[in-house]
């Protein structure tokens, strides 16, 4: 069994009180160093053995950001190629603990990064439509702000979690005007907009994007009013396996975020479906964002070299 701390940090990824494709990236590499200097193992094989149940069991949590399993693997990866060289537990620990806390801090100035370039991307653009509540997302409201310009966004609320009032307050605090409205309102006001930008939970390697529920709907909005769709997303969550966005798996997640427990048990017979992101595929989105540049479309051209150039393997 892993920690308590892992145990714990595991929860609450599950239960989205850590939430958000590189949020949850983060935690994930900080609960492996936790897990690194809690284990007290006999051998460097059995602490190597405890170090991947960890992993297995942060991987479990959630099954669409593609962040989680791609910041388990940046830690995995040398340190399975070091406990197979036959490296002591010392120097295992510290190979969990240099490649996690690089992880963290790439992802840092990665978030900052695609605030500065989406920040440009957006030039003249100040009234913007975003969906849920992205920390990319996020950055580059705050990077335009701190340029000065005077930005307007209209924010949808995100049923049924409403991360949406996330992004309202947080933008609000940024000195940015907020209209929130109810995810049906999407279209009503999309000609008021300049923009729409979103995060990502991961992007297949044809640029199809996958986010939170209603991205797709957003974007077909924008796209039926000739309004751009910017995606703002670090390149830890490129899906390197994934050659199209149907290969990657969308989390359903409980009744319980939809309707009360009361509703469930007087009307059995009612199935309630509750995905929790969908797929907008490439013909839909503009520009993709990322700390390593601008992505144009055709994406499935600019990602493979986007990929090739940080040194990423695709595999399969
Ligand atoms: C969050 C969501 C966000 C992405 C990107 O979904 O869809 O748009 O994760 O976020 P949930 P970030 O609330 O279900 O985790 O840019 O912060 O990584």
Redesign the pocket.
Known sequence: MPSRLLLSTAKKIRE?RI???????RAAAEAMVEEACSIKAASPTEFAERMRIAAGYLLKT?P??V?LPNALEYIMVPFEKAAAQGLGIGELRTIVQSRAREFIENSLKA?KMIGKLGAELLGERRVIMT????????SIFAEASRRGRVMLAYVKE?RP?Y?GRITARQLSELGVKVHLIVDSAALYYMDRVDAVL????AIALDGSVV??IG?CFTAMAAVKTGKPVFV???TY?IALKAKTGSSIPI?MRSPLEVVSNNFVRKYRGIEILNP??DITEPAMITNIVTEAGILSPPFSHSIRKVVSELGYRIEG
């Open positions: 989205m939430r958000g494709a590189s949020k949850i990236a959630r669409t950001a962040s978030t969906h849920c509540h992205s920390m990319a997302v996020v995100t979690r991360q979103v995060g990502a939970d986010n939170k991205t703002a997303a670090e969550k989390e929790s992101f």
